[in-house]
């Protein structure tokens, strides 16, 4: 039973760039969170994927922006990248969007 | 809004030890309560998930607590050994069981 997956495993890219991300939840869960947490502080909500609609959002600029696929997979998407983005990028999955988080092993971001 | 807070942010134990990890937060309308463990660098772990209708939940050497109406919850570790050494993040969703919101954590390292 694949649990989440989430491409590439680090990236490393240039302010003003943008960037994607992709996550692939655990089988039989329909629902994708994305987080950003960087070093030493505890993951920040950005947004939360159910039935390819956008429902809940962080406190975070329109810059980050995201996707929900039929198959449930989901891709966050990043513009103009800053300097402050630089973070570890967590995708969590669950099933209608209730159950307990599962989280993938990330994707390490560094914006130079 | 709500917001989390772990208590102490860092912790030193010599192996054997009993420890309590603290969680507290500001809105006691959850939906549940989630505690994770985070090695250096990796995803999160789910431990334990306590409802908002439960006061606690147990796993092997776990064992944690819900105080919903004093907005608390403890994380308590029996006979601690070095392999418990990670970060240890509570989270708590709100209701309908959207937009989990994590503390910072507490960096435990148990000495051998």
Same mark, same amino acid.
């Given at each position: 039973d694949a649990g989440v997956t989430q491409s590439p495993t680090h990236l490393i890219k240039?302010?003003?760039?943008?960037?994607?991300?992709?996550?692939?939840?655990?089988?039989?869960?329909?629902t994708v969170s994305w987080y950003q947490q960087a070093l030493g502080q505890g993951p920040q909500f950005i947004f939360q994927y159910y039935e390819e609609e956008e429902r809940q959002r962080g406190n975070f600029p329109d810059r980050f922006s995201g996707h929900q696929f039929p198959n449930y997979s989901s891709e966050l998407n990043v513009n103009a990248l800053l300097l402050g983005d630089s973070a570890l990028?967590?995708?969590?999955?669950?099933?209608?969007?209730?159950?307990?988080?599962?989280f993938g092993n990330g994707t390490r971001l560094t914006v130079t | 809004k709500q917001e989390v807070t772990q208590i102490p942010a860092a912790l030193s134990v010599p192996e054997g030890e009993?420890?309590? !990890?603290?969680? &507290?937060?500001?809105? @006691?309308?959850? +939906?549940?309560?989630?505690?994770?463990?985070? =090695?250096?660098?990796?995803? /999160?772990?789910?431990?334990?998930?306590i409802q908002s209708s439960q006061r606690e939940q147990t796993s092997g050497r776990l064992n944690a607590? !819900?105080?919903? &109406?004093?907005?608390? @919850?403890?994380? +308590?570790?029996?006979?601690?050994?070095?392999? =418990?050494?990670?970060?240890? /993040?509570?989270?708590?969703?709100?209701?309908?069981?959207?937009?989990?919101?994590?503390?910072?954590?507490?960096r435990l390292f148990v000495k051998a």
């Amino acid at each position: 039973d694949a649990g989440v997956t989430q491409s590439p495993t680090h990236l490393i890219k240039t302010r003003g760039q943008q960037v994607t991300l992709r996550c692939s939840p655990k089988s039989g869960h329909d629902t994708v969170s994305w987080y950003q947490q960087a070093l030493g502080q505890g993951p920040q909500f950005i947004f939360q994927y159910y039935e390819e609609e956008e429902r809940q959002r962080g406190n975070f600029p329109d810059r980050f922006s995201g996707h929900q696929f039929p198959n449930y997979s989901s891709e966050l998407n990043v513009n103009a990248l800053l300097l402050g983005d630089s973070a570890l990028y967590l995708c969590a999955s669950s099933f209608q969007y209730r159950s307990p988080l599962h989280f993938g092993n990330g994707t390490r971001l560094t914006v130079t | 809004k709500q917001e989390v807070t772990q208590i102490p942010a860092a912790l030193s134990v010599p192996e054997g030890e009993n420890l309590v !990890l603290n969680c &507290s937060f500001t809105d @006691s309308a959850i +939906y549940n309560l989630q505690w994770f463990r985070q =090695d250096p660098g990796k995803g /999160l772990t789910s431990l334990l998930l306590i409802q908002s209708s439960q006061r606690e939940q147990t796993s092997g050497r776990l064992n944690a607590s !819900l105080d919903k &109406s004093s907005g608390r @919850s403890t994380l +308590y570790i029996a006979a601690s050994q070095p392999g =418990d050494s990670a970060t240890y /993040l509570c989270a708590v969703s709100g209701t309908g069981g959207f937009k989990t919101i994590f503390g910072a954590g507490t960096r435990l390292f148990v000495k051998a």
